[in-house]
Nanobody, 120 residues
Framework: QVQLVESGGGLVQPGGSPRLSCAASGFTFRKYVMSWYRQAPGKEREWVACITGKSEDSGYADSVKGRFTISRDNAKKTVYLQMNSLKPEATAVYLC?????????????WGQGTQVTVSS
């Protein structure tokens, strides 16, 4: 049974630096590109960051570049999102995504998300 379980969200003050985690199970974690997305109220889901299977490459949305860092621990089957200098506009549900990017039999999984609210 595939599971992606996010944690680490909550109420954060502006300028705060929470770290989100996403624990994976039920699939070969190291073979999947892992991504974080977010969805703010009334807005479309937005890609935030991604990291390749062996951490050889990562990418970020322009809106978070330089402030967020994605990382993974394949031994723990966990991907992280370190968020620094949070702004109120970062308030959203943050979702974990796993994608094997296979051309013929693509597998993609989503977590339920963790709410991050940036407010004083």
């Amino acid at each position: 049974q595939v599971q992606l379980v996010e944690s680490g969200g909550g109420l954060v003050q502006p300028g705060g630096s929470p770290r989100l985690s996403c624990a994976a199970s039920g699939f070969t974690f190291r073979k999947y590109v892992m991504s974080w997305y977010r969805q703010a109220p009334g807005k479309e889901r937005e890609w935030v960051a991604c990291i390749t299977g062996k951490s050889e490459d990562s990418g970020y949305a322009d809106s978070v570049k330089g402030r967020f860092t994605i990382s993974r621990d394949n031994a723990k089957k966990t991907v992280y999102l370190q968020m620094n200098s949070l702004k109120p506009e970062a308030t959203a549900v943050y979702l974990c995504n796993a994608d094997d990017r296979d051309l013929f039999r693509r597998n993609e999984f989503w977590g339920q998300g963790t709410q991050v609210t940036v407010s004083s």
